[in-house]
Nanobody, 116 residues
Framework: QVQLVESGGDSVQAGGSLRLSCAAS????????MGWYRQAPGKQRELVAD???????RYVDSVKGRFTISRDNAKKTVYLQMNSLKPEDTAVYYC??????????WGQGTQVTVSS
């Protein structure tokens, strides 16, 4: 049974930083693509950043230069370092692990709130 558990969400002021973590268990972590998504109220869930098993990384344009995704295969954990946070970064952040279909799992989400 694959489980993804996010942590690190909090309420911060604009300009602040947070580090999200997602710990995986029961998964094929080292050969999976790990991603962070977010969903703001009234909006669709969007990809924030993902990292492949080979270390390939992509970011949504709105977070480039501010957010950094990384992974630790030994700890089966993926991180999202978020700097220079803006109110528009407020959302529930979800961790995703995917590999060959239908391998696709989600965490329960962690709330990030950025106040101006």
């Amino acid at each position: 049974q694959v489980q993804l558990v996010e942590s690190g969400g909090d309420s911060v002021q604009a300009g602040g930083s947070l580090r999200l973590s997602c710990a995986a268990s029961g998964s094929i972590f080292s050969i999976s693509t790990m991603g962070w998504y977010r969903q703001a109220p009234g909006k669709q869930r969007e990809l924030v950043a993902d990292i492949t098993s080979g270390g390939g990384i992509r970011y949504v344009d709105s977070v480039k230069g501010r957010f950094t995704i990384s992974r630790d295969n030994a700890k089966k954990t993926v991180y999202l370092q978020m700097n220079s946070l803006k109110p528009e970064d407020t959302a529930v952040y979800y961790c995703n692990e995917r590999s060959s279909w239908p391998y696709d799992y989600w965490g329960q989400g962690t709330q990030v709130t950025v106040s101006s």
